[in-house]
């Protein structure tokens, strides 16, 4: 209901000339009731004697001064003026001019908010070239537009917007037209026709907003399976695909495109043309995806602000913890993080395609996916089998929880992919001196793996993957990172650093041991060294075979626990956990799961690492139930694993708790409870921060910190590097890995090389 009177500016904007309601609009007076006002959009209904005496009046054929005056005797002219002040401020009347165009074309350019005198004498003064690319054709194009009222002018010079025709956003010849749209200061309007999915927008305007490179780099990242094919072929941009359309479905793809071209060009800008539309013609979905401007875009942006960002010393700064957050004392819980950073995930422009639970997943579980794992592609037709690990993924205790999880991990893979803006320094291990980290510091590969790296890469396996010995004395690209330890920068190469779509120049290659994303860069930091330090007391376990005590589940009080135990018993699994705390002091635990109702155990573990142990417990609790939807379905005759890969498979068809006892808690240690650890809160991330650097300093070791961090996704995400500190994958070095179990008590001596457990961990 709209109320009439008061005082204000002059009716109708003080605009000279007959006014009257605007064409979207037709009046119905009820005496007695209100004065109706129905359009497309519902019914307004104006109530009281000021809007039953105006309304009938208000028909184009008076001026403000006649409409005024044929309101007496009924109303006052400071009545009549005033109720038209209301209606002029609630969007309803403009002056009314003689028809132009059909009352239709009018009413809906009224109810698009320029109004129909301005629209229309916009789109008189205004033209729209046709720009089409390869396969597409302009005529239905053009004949739309003057359908429309729309004039088509004949270059792109001449025009004050271009519809860019193409069969795909990846073509490179829309980088050619983007620079030359750039250059004329001119906006375009992309739009996809040949596919059952209608592709159109956003209006790319130059200096303002995304350019088409920003648009493509987000487009790319849901495109990497067509990358190897590309190569293959020698193509150097998208595989061309058969159209797939019916005429009705062009017919509207066309007009769709005309329309979003009339509206810019008449003045009714809004949302549509800020994002990417798509409409499935098939399913009749529509979506407007929204499209974000890269800051550091080489073309639109500073492409320099990676490489500051990455060689400015590493900072850190106090973060106080989240009150109440007991997923690892973070500076935001997972709600906050979910709602700060949502916008990410998305099928089309988002960094992150989708967050799904994960199929197979029980009830009692919290565990989701959130598409490609960036650190394990491949660049050949076949690829690198992945198996386990070829989806990010994410767990916890609730679906925020894990939904936050998958989020953090997929833009955390995302982030250290290199993209070609991070800094480097080319030169040879030897020239750089002691500035330089030598990679194998931080593989710890033994030279007897590779010596027989050609046996170790035949299963194919990029979990088990051995490079090549580094050769120091040819240049490679290095890339600072900061040293906390020291505070001086180092370096270490590019390849070691970044994931990257194939093998380096220099054999190397990075793996995401160590990366984390976070709330904050401190927080970051602090979740990426604590991963380093559960897979150094995981490989040192796992590869020695040595016994741990267990971890007394009920001694801790959690809920949760006996839920989770609950769930696994409702399904036919005890559960167990060890202590894998290693020399390092923080607390490590394994967390494990046995069938109990086949003679096949489909043994299933998770690990965590936390200053305190409860959030220890409770990673590794969680992180198992990630496999369990893998193993959840196998039947008695053995079938039904959701994977093929060899290693898992033989393990778990095979490892039961007798024939691998190190994975059975040692009867002859007492159970570790909440007490054993000595553990004292912190309320600050760079509390944190401050003791970690300090506890590697006191064991001889350097941390190393690089920001990985993308200026346009702004979600904080480094990679922590500890030389001398095992990953849980086969890496056989001379080092911690044969010396540390003997300093705690846990062998008499090493173990020799060929004493070392022969099943790789595959996870």
Not at 386 to 402: C, I, N, P, V, Y
Request: proline share 8%; aromatic share 6%.
């Amino acid at each position: 209901m709209t109320v009439l009177g008061g005082r204000g500016r002059e009716p109708a904007g003080g605009r000279v000339g007959p006014i009257g309601l605007k064409s979207h609009l037709r009046a119905t007076v009820v005496p007695g009731e209100a004065a109706y006002l129905v359009s497309q959009r519902g019914v307004t209904a104006l109530r009281g004697t000021p809007a039953e005496v105006l309304v009938p009046l208000l028909d184009g054929t008076r001026d403000q001064a006649a409409v005024i005056n044929d309101a007496g005797p009924e109303l006052t002219a400071e009545e009549a003026a005033g109720s038209l002040r209301a209606l002029d401020a609630a969007g309803l009347l403009r002056v009314r001019t003689p028809e132009t165009a059909d009352p239709a074309t009018e009413a809906y350019w009224d109810l698009a908010g320029p109004g129909a005198p301005d629209a229309l004498a916009a789109l008189a003064g205004t033209a729209v070239a046709l720009v089409p690319l390869a396969g597409t054709d302009p005529a239905g194009v053009a004949e739309a537009c003057r359908a429309s009222g729309l004039t088509v002018a004949g270059t792109a010079e001449e025009a004050d917007l271009s519809l860019v025709l193409c069969d795909d956003y990846l073509d490179p010849e829309l980088a050619g037209v983007d620079a030359r749209q750039r250059t004329a200061g001119t906006p375009w309007l992309p739009v996809r026709l040949g596919s059952a999915a209608l592709w159109l927008g956003p209006v790319l305007r130059p200096h303002d907003g995304p350019c088409w490179h920003c648009l493509a780099t987000r487009l790319r990242g849901h495109r990497h399976a067509e990358w190897p094919l590309q190569r293959a072929l020698g193509q150097d941009g998208p595989v061309r695909r058969p159209h797939a359309t019916l005429p009705a479905g062009r017919a509207v793809a066309t007009h769709l495109a005309v329309l979003e071209a009339a509206k810019w060009l008449a003045g009714a800008r809004g949302a549509s043309h800020d994002g990417l539309t798509t409409l499935d013609t098939v399913t009749l979905a529509t979506t407007t995806h929204p499209t974000a401007r890269l800051p550091q875009c080489a073309v639109c942006g500073d492409p320099r602000l990676t490489a500051r960002r990455i060689e400015a010393p590493f900072v850190p700064a106090s973060r106080p913890k989240a009150a109440g957050d007991l997923n690892g004392h973070r500076a935001l819980t997972p709600a906050q993080m979910l709602e700060r950073y949502g916008h990410l995930v998305g099928p089309v422009t988002g960094v992150v395609k989708e967050i799904r639970r994960a199929p197979g997943s029980p009830g009692f579980i919290s565990a989701y996916l959130s598409g490609q794992n960036l650190a394990m592609r491949s660049g050949t037709l076949a690829g690198l089998r992945a198996g386990l690990r070829s989806l990010s993924g994410g767990k916890g205790l609730s679906d925020t929880e894990a939904r936050t999880s998958a989020l953090c991990e997929a833009v955390e893979r995302y982030s250290g992919t290199r993209q070609g803006d991070e800094p480097v320094v080319r030169e040879t291990y030897r020239a750089l001196g002691d500035e330089a980290v030598h990679p194998n510091a931080c593989q710890l590969f033994h030279e007897r793996q590779f010596a027989d790296r050609d046996r170790w890469n035949s299963g194919g396996s990029h979990l088990h993957h051995v490079p090549r010995r580094f050769d120091e004395e040819s240049p490679t690209e290095w890339t600072p990172v900061w040293s906390l330890t020291h505070r001086r920068r180092r370096l270490l190469p590019t390849s070691l650093l970044f994931f990257g779509e194939h093998e380096a120049p220099d054999g190397l290659w990075a793996d995401s041991n160590g990366n984390a994303a976070g709330s904050s860069p401190e927080d970051a930091l602090v979740q990426g060294f604590l991963e380093l330090v559960e897979r150094d007391a995981v490989a040192l376990w796992w590869y020695n075979r040595t016994r741990h005590p267990a971890v007394d589940l009920d001694a801790f009080g959690e809920s949760y626990i006996e839920r989770l135990r609950a769930g696994y018993r409702s399904v036919g699994r005890e559960v167990w956990a060890l202590d894998l705390t290693s020399d390092l002091g923080i607390p490590v635990v394994a967390a494990l799961s046995r069938r109990t109702d086949k003679p096949a155990e489909d043994i299933v573990f998770g690990f965590g690492a936390h200053f305190d142990p409860r959030v220890a417990l409770r990673r590794a609790l969680t992180e198992m139930g990630q496999l369990l939807p893998l193993v959840g379905e196998v039947t008695a005759d053995g079938g039904g694993y959701r994977v093929t890969d060899p290693e898992p498979l033989d393990w778990w068809r095979h490892a039961t708790a007798a024939n691998r006892p190190y994975v059975r808690p040692d009867r002859a240690a007492p159970a570790r409870t909440p007490d054993h650890w000595s553990y004292t809160p912190a309320g600050d991330l760079l509390q944190d921060v401050r003791s970690i650097t300090e506890l590697l300093r006191s064991r001889g070791l350097e941390l190393l910190v690089l920001d990985q961090t993308r200026p346009d996704l702004e979600l904080p995400v480094v990679k922590v590097l500890v030389p001398g500190l095992r990953h849980f994958w086969p890496r056989y070095a001379p080092g911690r890995l044969y010396d540390t179990p003997v300093e705690l008590g846990l062998r008499t001596e090493p173990c020799r090389l060929e004493e070392l457990n022969p099943t790789p961990l595959f996870v």
